[in-house]
């Protein structure tokens, strides 16, 4: 059963995300306040998941693909609607969609291939700015407006796209720099 649990955890992740949808669809104080809780809860399972695996020794495949995604979904979501409800620029939103399907497109030829893609600290870090940012936009209107949570959040957010460009850039190159010696066959063969 424990050896489960990191990927229960991720799995729960990827269930919060309707949760906080239904809870930000209308942007009261309130509800912004209650969606901002749901979308920590859920980026706060990023960490637990993948902590319990190292610590347990439950690292698995399956983990290594659905972490990734819960994320990607996550963030994606709540980009979109803070879209929608014009607290982020749609560019933005679009740009860090982007980058997140050529990063899982390059990796899952990657994993045809063999090769381990290793998250950078980069990646580490253009997630948390991100999750920071998210939840100052998804705070904006519950606080005063002294505050200039819309400011710090954009602010955050514009420092989570440059990391996102710079940590693509570090995966093609991880990628082709392990693609070289195989003189780009793909057969993995020498």
Known sequence: MLAHLPNAITVSRILLIPVFVLCFLEPTPYRSIVAAAVFGLAALT????????????????????LDPIADKLLVLTALFLLVDFDRVQAWVA????????????LRGVAAREGIDLTPETTGKVKMAAQVVAI???ILDEAVPGSLNFHQWGT???????ALSLISAAQYIQQFVL??????????GDT
């Open 94 to 105: 679009i740009v860090l969609a982007g980058r997140e399907l050529v990063v899982t497109g």
């Open 178 to 187: 392990q693609m070289l010696p195989r003189g780009g066959s793909g057969t």
């Open 46 to 65: 990023d960490a637990v998941d993948g902590y319990v695996a190292r610590r347990w020794g439950h690292v698995t495949r399956l983990g290594k693909m």
């Open 135 to 137: 939840l100052f936009l």
């Open 155 to 161: 602010a955050i957010l514009f420092v989570s796209l």
